[in-house]
T-cell receptor, first 114, second 112 residues
Framework: EAEVAQSPRYKITEKSQAVAFWCDPI?????LYWYRQILGQGPELLVQ????????DSQLPKDRFSAERLKGVDSTLKIQPAELGDSAMYLC????????????FGPGTRLTVL | DQQVKQNSPSLSVQEGRISILNCDYT??????FLWYKKYPAEGPTFLIS?????DKNEDGRFTVFLNKSAKHLSLHIVPSQPGDSAVYFCAASSNTGNQFYFGTGTSLTVIP
């Protein structure tokens, strides 16, 4: 069964350092999402791509966060510099776009900023 | 402002009984709703969805009910099994936007 891949699974960094997360969506899925989930809360959308184009990045803190999906396949989310409040689970999801809402999530990257 | 709310952080149910998880929303433009299940250290897994043109959708042991006038939906699991123990998130979207809004989740424990 096809899955969304994410790496690393866990990342510990010190504040002011740069971190990067990688996501490989299910093959053929044109839509890719990055979510942030703080402990005890639901996932919050950071950025949505349709192929290589950003569809929605209104919730992305652009002073420190950036995301790219250069060839419309895999994607990278970067934080520079990391802050203590960035500690969270970062989830990637993809969908074919054929059925609204059927997003398939990866296992996530657990970020701890010290 | 939280547009999708799950007011019960946790729920415990005996194996074989019915589990009812509730979700409320505030945005009357929401017309598509989903439930996701999440095990520890894994990403959420899509469970079931419902469009606002329906008031019920069933898939095996899982049934979602939608009450548009009350802006309320619920997920029924019958019969509950220990493997159903997980965190359940409801999510909602409107056809005017791209974003899905998630609730804060309800942790279900099914006691053998």
């Amino acid at each position: 069964e096809a899955e969304v891949a994410q790496s690393p699974r866990y990342k510990i960094t010190e504040k002011s350092q740069a971190v990067a997360f990688w996501c490989d969506p299910i093959s053929g899925h044109a839509t890719l999402y990055w979510y942030r989930q703080i402990l005890g809360q639901g996932p919050e959308l950071l950025v949505q791509f349709q192929d290589e184009s950003v569809v929605d990045d209104s919730q992305l803190p652009k002073d420190r966060f950036s995301a790219e999906r250069l060839k419309g396949v895999d994607s990278t989310l970067k934080i520079q510099p990391a802050e203590l409040g960035d500690s969270a689970m970062y989830l990637c999801a993809s969908s074919s776009g054929l059925h609204r809402g059927t997003q398939y999530f990866g296992p996530g990257t657990r970020l701890t900023v010290l | 402002d939280q547009q999708v709310k799950q007011n019960s952080p946790s729920l415990s149910v005996q194996e074989g009984r019915i589990s009812i998880l509730n979700c409320d929303y505030t945005n009357s433009m929401f017309d598509y709703f989903l439930w996701y299940k999440k095990y520890p250290a894994e990403g959420p897994t899509f469970l079931i969805s419902i469009s606002s043109i329906k008031d019920k959708n069933e898939d095996g042991r899982f049934t979602v009910f939608l009450n548009k006038s009350a802006k309320h939906l619920s997920l029924h699991i019958v019969p509950s099994q220990p493997g159903d123990s997980a965190v359940y998130f409801c999510a909602a979207s409107s056809n005017t936007g791209n974003q899905f809004y998630f609730g804060t989740g309800t942790s279900l424990t099914v006691i053998p």
